[in-house]
């Protein structure tokens, strides 16, 4: 009597494998994404995190870290799915319910703590126009925002109106639309400057672009940390099958 049934749930037990094997990779795919992001993180956006905060931020460590993390555990659950030892199923779903959470709460915490983290780069990135001099990393990092962005100051060209670089030197040429028709007279009288510089503050810029991306950033965030929810009960029917 009990081996048409043990022959009936083998074809479920071997599409429940297919199943975690697939998000096993996917798994394993997204540690890869994130500790790419890591390393791009430390090493291109280093000099732009001192426009956020005058400390070094410890973001692209932990991105590393869980990086390599969900990837070793990506290649153990494959392990675990193929064997179908019971303690090795139980312990991928135990990371499973902790990189759930993780995940979960650090979106949640981004989201609600969005206009705290803008009031911190508005004051960062005032701070940093007020005192450029134009060869430490924070005036270095300012240029090149406002060059790749085609920004000018805080909310506008005249944020550098006020800072301790215009009495001598004027508003800096990365804020010219035209190096060529941009000379250093024109730069340091604010009525020739207007015509030879992006209208456009760099402040509202950035803040305009985390908001239309906000919602993707928090869907796919969510929607990571529901599919590991959402994997869960799959393996606790194979651990019960292994049993």
């Known amino acids: 009597m009990m081996a048409p049934r043990r022959m009936e749930t083998k074809p479920a037990i071997c599409f429940l494998k297919m199943l975690l094997l697939l998000y096993s990779f996917i ?4 540690g890869a994404v994130l ?14 995190m001192l426009l956020i905060s005058s400390s070094s931020s410890n973001a692209p460590y932990a991105l590393i870290g869980t990086g ?28 499973l319910s902790l990189v759930f959470m993780t995940e979960l709460i650090a979106g949640i915490s981004g989201f609600i703590f969005r206009h705290e983290i803008k009031g911190t780069f508005l004051t960062s990135l005032t701070e940093a126009v007020m005192w450029y001099n134009g060869y430490d990393e924070r ?23 006020s800072s301790v670089y215009f009495p001598a030197s004027g508003i800096p040429a990365s804020c010219c639309v035209s190096f060529v028709e941009c000379s250093k007279a024109d730069l340091k009288n604010a009525t020739l400057a ?21 919602g993707i950033i928090a869907g796919v965030t969510f929607g990571i940390a529901f599919s590991q929810a959402l994997n869960s009960p799959d393996l606790l029917t194979l651990h019960h099958s292994a049993c």
């Not at 798994?27 to 997204?30: A, I, L």
């Not at 390599?68 to 990371?95: D, E, N, Q, R, S």
Request: some cysteine; charged content about 10%.
């Open 139 to 161: 005036s270095m990092a300012v240029d090149d925002v406002q060059h790749r962005l085609h920004c000018c100051g805080v909310q506008n060209y005249t944020s550098w109106l």
């Open 68 to 95: 390599a993390t969900i990837i070793l555990f990506g290649l153990f659950g494959c392990f675990a799915t193929c064997k179908g030892h019971p303690w090795m199923l139980k312990l991928y779903a135990v990371f």
């Open 194 to 214: 207007a015509r030879k510089v992006y209208r456009q503050g760099c402040y509202d810029l950035v803040v305009s672009f985390i908001e239309s991306n906000m």
């Open 35 to 48: 500790l790419s992001v890591g390393l791009w993180w430390k090493f291109m956006l280093g000099p732009y």
């Open 27 to 30: 798994f394993w795919v997204t």
